[in-house]
């Protein structure tokens, strides 16, 4: 499975649950992240120089790719991303921060969400690249900042992955999906335990 893919049934996974924690603000929105966004990060679009263009040779050639009959890969996607927010990219995607994505996060969710739900696997398709991308975005704003990667994230899901499913990458059995799960939760709650364990040794 691609490290992209990987991340994207994490998200989803985990995030099913509460993707509709803040969906007052984005409702007031009328359902447009990017509004939302502005109300959450405290600007407007039109406090913005509208002027940010990216004249790198590497980004001037994305738009050739699929002229040439390729297709865009996860490292194109990274490079798209650092392109709009660097110094010369879109001056909204430079503006955001992780507390003015979270409409847009909640909203990508909801839509892939509802597109398993009616069963559009080419809506799902698409949704599924808006949500990936939301990940791309917090990722490049966090390793702006020094605190992690796209790669930390991809290498964290995975390592969970691995250490959560003994019985399929170690020598742990199970019989069945219930005991799978069990196993999952026990995993996890000790995880979990050491975490904070190793918290409470730093504090002191």
């Known amino acids: 499975m691609h490290p992209a893919v990987a991340v994207l049934f994490y998200l989803c996974y985990t995030f099913a649950i509460s993707c509709y924690s803040h969906h007052a603000l984005l409702f007031a929105a009328g359902g447009n992240c990017r509004a939302a966004a502005e109300a959450t990060g405290g600007f ?13 040779d590497k ?3 994305m738009d050739k790719i699929h002229e040439s009959g390729k297709k865009y890969t996860f490292e194109d996607l990274r490079e798209i991303m650092r392109t709009l927010r660097s110094e010369n990219g879109c001056p909204w995607d430079r503006r955001q ?16 969400i ?3 739900r009616n069963q559009d696997p ?6 599924l690249g808006d949500l990936l991308f939301q990940v791309m975005s917090h990722s490049q704003i966090a390793e702006e900042k020094g605190l992690f990667t796209i790669d930390d994230v991809v290498d964290g899901v ?3 992955m691995v250490r959560r499913h003994p019985n ?3 020598d742990e ?5 219930e005991e799978g799960l069990d196993l999952w939760n026990r995993i996890k709650t000790e995880e979990k335990s050491k975490k904070e364990q190793k918290t409470l040794t730093k504090q002191g």
Do not use: R, W
């Open 44 to 56: 407007k679009m039109d406090q913005i120089n509208e002027t940010g263009t990216n004249n790198t």
């Open 59 to 61: 980004s001037k050639n």
């Open 97 to 112: 921060t992780h507390e003015s994505l979270i409409p847009c996060l909640e909203e990508e969710a909801g839509e892939v």
């Open 114 to 116: 509802d597109a398993i």
């Open 122 to 127: 080419e809506n799902l398709c698409e949704e």
């Open 158 to 160: 995975s390592a969970k």
């Open 168 to 170: 399929v990458f170690g």
């Open 173 to 177: 059995k199970v019989n069945s999906s």
